[in-house]
């Protein structure tokens, strides 16, 4: 946890729940608050489960070095913790249902070679605007998709940093948790794997969370998540080569598949063949980009990416928008990663509002005065339209412009009718760089 004014109750209050024999577990809170009112509020959270006979420990640090890796590492020297076989790990905000780990635990008891148990991920807050919706789709697609054919195909892929089950011998044997990128759960399921450690991903174990509903804080995660696996690639990439343990096949697909395909390339090239190599072409007529390149490949592909969300499928072209800018982000985090460079090693936890837009909605519908927040959002959870204030961002508006010239150039002389996605694309790299995010409320 660190500073989780809006959550702490819940997940700790879930944690507490869980159903296990109570002398055999141990609930741990990992408080690496800055605010010395929050940090009261957690402690006497866990004193008041504590007096009613579960076992919660409440650890905090004197620094925050490392990070969530380093909280890792330091709750499992704890003296309490040296008797434990597994250790089941959950961000601030998630929620496990109090069969979580009777479902999760026989999959390690039975099975000696396997690491991970991870469970899927379930939104409490994904009907709350179109931004949540949209990472919705993109989150149901990994889990669907991605974190599905890894389990079944090499019984590796990348632990999703909360929601799961390790086997601690398994990350004393692959090094312990290591802070030397921000992906440190990625970093452990690599070392892990390249020691022969299996994973199993159980979609029909589902732990409610919640997604960041603040374009501001989607951006932090965004370039958390793009920045670390490129960086961790540039680390691992010829310990993975060189590695003796796994198969030939295995270490393909996890440079290959896992790392340079998904984790860099992927945001390079929709970035550079979206807004950059399509809008050229429009200014020099001798180069034709054929429709099926244009058009149809990648439309088949952006429907199967809808596959794990249908309830949002005619969410589509605003996401593939939306998919386009964040690209930009992301390669610029990629390449961050990849060069050590700037804001590599930045570490923004993620925004958490919990019940916060609830609260506020049943405050407004009894007519009582909702408690205010310090920070610019003006929202409601039953308005159309919401807008959220963040700073400039120029290179967003730098090609929004290039982009409407684009557009404006192919409306005068163009043949092949593009102008109408350039626009629709500068109005997207508009709204987000000047910072004012609208977020629609979707009616289903």
Known sequence: MFNEREVYKLSIGAASNLSWPADRLVIQVL???TDPAIKQMVE????????????????????RTGYKAGALKEGLKRSYVKHCEHVCIFD???QPEPDFLRRAIPFLVNNPDIALVQARWRFVNANEC????????????????EQEV???????????GTAGVWRIAAINDAGGWKDRTTVEDMDLAVRASLRGWKFVYLGDLQVKSELPSTFKAF??????WSCGPANLFRKMVMEIVRNKTVKFWKKVYVIYSFFFVRKIIAHMVTFCFYCVVLPLTILVPEVKVPIWGAVYIPSVITVLNSVGTPRSIHLLFYWILFENVMSLHRTK??????????RVNEWVVTEKLGNTLQKAADAKKSNTKAPRKSRFRFTDRNSVFALTYNR???????????LFLCGCFDFVNGKNNYFIYLWLQTVTFFITGIGYVGTIIPSS
């Open 92 to 94: 601030a905000d998630f």
């Open 44 to 63: 006497q959270e866990c004193q008041r489960w504590a007096s009613k006979g579960i076992n919660i420990r409440y650890q905090i640090r004197e620094n």
């Open 219 to 224: 951006r932090f995660q965004q370039h958390r």
């Open 130 to 145: 179109l931004l949540t919706r949209m990472q919705e789709m993109s989150l149901d697609y990994h889990f669907t998709v």
């Open 150 to 160: 890894g389990s079944a195909t090499h019984a590796f892929f990348g632990f999703n």
């Open 333 to 342: 985090a990629a390449l961050i990663g990849l060069l050590e460079t700037g």
């Open 392 to 402: 400039l961002n120029t290179l967003e508006l730098g090609f929004a412009a290039f």
């Open 31 to 33: 408080d690496d608050s």
